[in-house]
């Protein structure tokens, strides 16, 4: 089952007549920026969505990627009609429709994880060329952890970042 697209002009129509706005990304990129109303329901923790009265829920994610990818589930999670907001928020944002920002968040715990990950991959070439071939073997380590993260699901450097302390200060505070 697929779930109709509806472009942000629209939705933002359906939603001034009742319906309801559904992020389902992530807690950390939703604390950084979000629609304004939106209920946050990350796709991680989905389940049933009660939708308290309202004739439709409208899903969300940063490009609409995630909900495309997820229409299935997302479909069966809601028990009215339901439609994914073609673009995500970077299409609601392109619209001029308001977004809430909290730049004192930190990025997105897997904006991190690639910033990371690349560092050390450069950072063991580069220490293989200038001190030690040896070195190489720190980029194969970060190459098989994404591999595995991949495969898995589980992703040892999102784990490990999640609780540095400038992500804890952060949770802390939106507590």
Request: aromatic fraction near 4%; proline fraction near 4%; charged fraction near 20%.
């Given at each position: ?22 992020d389902?990304?992530e ?7 979000r ?6 329901e ?7 969505i009660?939708?308290g ?14 909900t ?11 028990i ?34 690639q910033i ?6 450069v ?10 071939p ?16 991949g495969v898995?699901?589980w992703?040892g450097?999102a ?6 302390p400038w992500n ?6 939106a507590?």
């Amino acid at each position: 089952m697929t779930l109709p697209t509806i472009d942000p002009r629209a939705a933002k129509q359906l939603i001034d007549q009742g319906a309801i706005l559904v992020d389902i990304r992530e807690l950390d990129e939703h604390r950084r920026e979000r629609v304004p109303g939106a209920r946050h329901e990350a796709l991680s923790r989905l389940a049933t969505i009660d939708a308290g009265g309202a004739q439709a829920l409208i899903f969300h994610c940063r490009s609409g990627a995630r909900t495309q990818a997820n229409a299935q589930r997302l479909a069966e999670a809601a028990i009215c009609d339901a439609y994914i907001l073609e673009g995500g928020i970077e299409a609601w944002k392109k619209a001029g429709l308001p977004v809430a920002a909290d730049r004192s968040q930190p990025i997105e715990i897997m904006r991190q994880v690639q910033i990371t990950a690349g560092s050390l991959v450069v950072l063991g070439v580069i220490l293989a060329v200038t001190v030690a071939p040896a070195f190489i073997a720190l980029s194969a380590f970060v190459g098989a952890g994404l591999v595995f993260a991949g495969v898995s699901g589980w992703c040892g450097m999102a784990k490990l970042l999640a609780v540095m302390p400038w992500n804890r200060a952060a949770k802390a505070a939106a507590a």
